[in-house]
């Protein structure tokens, strides 16, 4: 199995570097700089490590080193006890990176290898991460190939790896220019949380799921990811992308991946099970945006400082997405996800047929399995019961397991799962070019002429009503 603690440890190099593009940005000061603090804090980075931030903005070392502390702090739990000592792993380079403006970056990269070198005698491990919008991912790439510091390094690309088919297939070339295949790490954090990666071992290491999990068994798989976050504060980043390409093509269809991908031929080789997943992207089928998809828009979007009054993105996004393989044909893969909805929730339910047998008619609500994807990750069964008492009648009840309670357990949050399976060189929860290649070719219809326009809805609710329409004969078990 990847990601056991005795795997990550024994291939974990003595030293690192992690080169932070974008480390002023919302994303880095929000998840990835806590998240290589508690990397740090659960003991599994390297020996010897540095951070080095590159962004515009004109800082010194200390001035980056202020900013680190600060998004450290608001993560809460406090600062590490030895926080005083590894702030002085952070250093900074200003400028905006690429071919014709290395700036600082390959001098202070050099002093800090050489300083890792002497510290543990050995060649440090090099991780450059894009934490950038997709515009910046050709000309940083560009960059580093110009400057040589792509030479064996890792690079680890956010998402959206591109944004159409198109712009994704020029990125791919160009990347494929300047990196081989296993320096690149795509990364898409939601198969980094921890209710994602238990579904491998809950359908796997469990015949109860793994023999249901088919279409003879299964009625509607929905992944469900409401957000009741506003975007304002990065408007200009929203505006460009909107929700199905921020959301959708990226975090949906790899949580889908993960639900509909046949067994890997070997569980503990991330090889295996990165292909398993990405293969099954290609029986995606492409959207029908006219049948199958419904936008939104909330009101009040266009409001916000930096959207156009007459903006069409849209901020909701819910699909009806068909997986042509034997074991999904005809079984609706229900997609929704949305800023300023009622909630903030993130949740696969296997809506299960109806039985056979005596109950066949009774069952006024469908049982299920949901997978709560949220902090720590839930499992729990809706099932039918006999309501107590002297009457035969049925209830529906609930049964949870959260994955903070299993005994020997300590979760990691996903950007630091991914950053450690960085560090140890596994790729098994990365993307592939293909599998991507797959994802955007499905999405392809929802950025052509028949893309539907976004319909309003008011900030706080599950968005247009005319979504309700996809998840029919049953309704969306979040909400509502
Ligand atoms: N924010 C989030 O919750 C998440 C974001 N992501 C992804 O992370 C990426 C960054 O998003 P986010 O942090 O929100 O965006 P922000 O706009 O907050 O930050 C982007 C950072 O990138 C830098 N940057 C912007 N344009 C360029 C450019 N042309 N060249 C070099 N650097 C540039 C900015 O530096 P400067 O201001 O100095 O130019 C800034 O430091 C996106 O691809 C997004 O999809 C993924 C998961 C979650
Ligand atoms: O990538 C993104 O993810 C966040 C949601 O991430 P989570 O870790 O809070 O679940 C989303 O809000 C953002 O728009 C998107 O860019």
Not at 262 to 282: G, H, I, W
Not at 443 to 456: I, N, S, V
Request: net charge negative; glycine share 10%; charged share 25%.
């Amino acid at each position: 199995m990847p990601h056991t603690p005795s795997s990550t440890t024994q291939q974990l190099p003595d030293a690192a570097v992690i080169v932070l593009f974008g480390a002023t940005g919302d994303l880095a000061g929000r998840m990835v700089l806590p998240a290589i603090v508690e990397v740090h804090e659960r003991g599994l980075m390297p020996r010897a490590w540095r951070i080095i931030g590159c962004a515009a903005d004109e800082l010194d070392d200390e001035g980056f080193r202020r900013h680190v502390d600060e998004a450290v702090a608001r993560r809460g739990g406090g600062l590490p006890d030895d926080w005083a000592h590894i702030r002085g792993n952070v250093r900074y380079c200003a400028g905006t990176f690429g071919v014709d403006n290395p700036g600082r970056l390959p001098e202070v990269l050099g002093e800090v290898r050489e300083e890792l070198r002497r510290e543990t005698g050995g060649e440090p491990v090099v991780i450059h991460f894009l934490a950038v919008p997709p515009v910046a991912f050709a000309p940083i790439t560009r960059g580093l190939g110009a400057h040589h510091l792509a030479d064996g390094a890792r690079v680890i690309f956010e998402k959206p790896y591109g944004t159409s088919l198109e712009s994704f297939e020029k990125l791919d070339a160009l990347v494929k220019e300047v990196l081989a295949e296993e320096q690149v790490f795509r990364i898409d954090h939601f198969l980094g949380k921890e209710g994602v990666q238990t579904i491998y071992v809950l359908r796997f290491a469990n015949q109860l799921f793994g023999s249901e999990w088919n279409r003879s068994s299964i009625e509607q798989v929905q992944i469900d990811v409401p957000e009741d976050l506003d975007v304002a504060n990065r408007a200009t980043f929203y505006e460009a992308t909107g929700a199905a390409l921020d959301m959708l093509v990226t975090h949906l269809f790899q949580v889908a991946s993960q639900v509909a991908m046949e067994p890997p031929m070997d569980l503990r080789d991330p090889n295996s099970v990165l292909q398993a997943r990405e293969a099954v992207l290609k029986s995606f089928h492409p959207l029908d945006p006219k049948e199958d998809v419904v936008l939104g828009q909330f009101d009040g979007y266009r409001d916000i400082p930096g959207v156009p009054d007459d903006s069409t993105q849209d901020t909701f996004v819910a699909a009806r997405l068909w997986v042509d393989t034997e074991r999904w044909r005809g079984v609706p893969f229900l997609l929704r996800t949305g800023k300023r909805m009622a909630t903030k929730q993130q949740r696969i339910t296997l809506v299960l047929r109806p039985p056979f047998g005596p109950l066949a008619h009774e069952l006024k609500v469908p049982n299920t399995v949901e997978i709560d994807f949220a902090g720590e990750g839930e499992v729990a069964l809706g099932m039918t019961v006999k309501t107590p008492g002297p009457d035969l009648t049925y209830s529906s009840g609930r049964a949870r397991l959260n994955l903070d309670d299993v005994v020997g357990g300590e979760g990691l949050s996903p950007y630091a799962s991914l950053i450690n399976d960085a560090l140890v060189g596994d790729r098994s929860l990365f993307t592939t070019a293909e599998g991507l290649r797959a994802a955007f070719t499905a999405f392809a219809p929802l950025q052509g002429p028949d893309r539907p326009a976004p319909l309003p809805y008011p900030p706080g609710s599950w968005g247009p009503e005319e979504a309700r329409r996809l998840a029919a004969p049953h309704r969306w078990m979040l909400g509502e």
